[in-house]
């Protein structure tokens, strides 16, 4: 059952809980993570980011995802996340993503507000919801080192003037696989939080611990994006199945599927989203 992301992540702060946006590429982890969604009956967003796109493209990726979610009775919206070009997003949205990421948070402040607005009018146009990034969440790799904290002086006008729907902060997470403990400045978050009510964002949630999941959700992050804990999991049940096995490679299928629902339910009950559908 395909909802907007506004609705949900609207119930999600009515109702004090978080929701898990799942970044899949193939049929295994998308499955997975619906049957996760169902078996606890919590409603999920299901999406894919510009950098996946050599997996499976926008337009597949699309057909795949909404033709699973069509068959779920949980709320479940499609989302894509990390659109780092114009090009990109509205070709997302014309194709009937619900919800986009446009990430201009490496961009100095009054251009990340310009090129934000520019596409929060063309995907409310479309139907469709936009999350904007303010501060700047790192990527895992050696040359991405400007982290930057989302000034919580700055959000208002950010929201304001771009008219997002969510907005992705930076309190201390990081994408990819954490090199030390991640230090979370809860306070930060609540001093956003006392200032707007837009759905809060927070990219970066794999290793995190359970007790940063709950304080997060109590502090008030609705949408927590997860790729890299499903991601690992599916090609740790892959790996292990074909080291042990010559034949009967179908099975790598049911094993990866297994492993991304195992992963996402994880998740799903640290959220508190469990029962919510």
Same mark, same amino acid.
């Given at each position: 059952?395909? =909802? ?82 114009? $090009?990109?997003? $509205?070709?997302? =949205? ?35 919801? =936009?999350? /904007? ?61 006392? =200032? ?47 080291? /042990? ?29 469990? /029962? $919510?559908?």
């Amino acid at each position: 059952m395909i =909802i907007s992301m506004k609705e949900m992540l609207q119930d999600a702060r009515a109702r004090r809980y978080g929701v898990g946006m799942f970044n899949t590429f193939n049929l295994e982890m998308a499955l997975g993570v619906l049957e996760a969604a169902e078996a606890l009956r919590a409603p999920v967003i299901l999406g894919t980011a510009e950098a996946l796109l050599d997996c499976c493209d926008l337009h597949l990726c699309h057909s795949m995802l909404s033709t699973l979610a069509a068959r779920v009775k949980v709320p479940v919206v499609l989302h894509l996340d990390h659109g780092f070009t114009e $090009k990109t997003v $509205k070709q997302a =949205i014309d194709i009937g993503f619900g919800s986009v990421m446009f990430d201009q948070s490496e961009l100095p402040y009054e251009e990340n507000v310009s090129n934000l607005k520019r596409l929060a009018d063309y995907a409310h146009e479309k139907g469709a919801a =936009i999350e /904007g990034e303010l501060g700047h969440v790192v990527f895992d790799t050696t040359e991405d080192t400007g982290y930057a904290y989302t000034q919580p002086e700055e959000v208002s006008d950010y929201v304001a003037r771009t008219d997002v729907d969510a907005l992705a902060i930076a309190i201390g997470t990081a994408h990819g696989v954490y090199k030390e403990k991640p230090v979370l400045d809860l306070e930060r978050l609540r001093a956003i939080r006392e =200032i707007t009510d837009i759905g809060l964002v927070l990219h970066g949630s794999s290793g995190l611990s359970d007790d940063d999941f709950r304080n997060l959700v109590r502090d008030g992050i609705q949408k927590f994006n997860i790729y890299t804990d499903v991601s690992f999991a599916t090609s740790q049940a892959a790996h292990d199945w074909v080291k /042990g096995h010559d034949r009967c490679i179908e099975k790598v299928s049911v094993r990866m599927r297994a492993a991304a629902k195992e992963a996402a339910m994880e998740k799903l009950r640290l959220l508190g989203c469990a /029962g $919510k559908a």
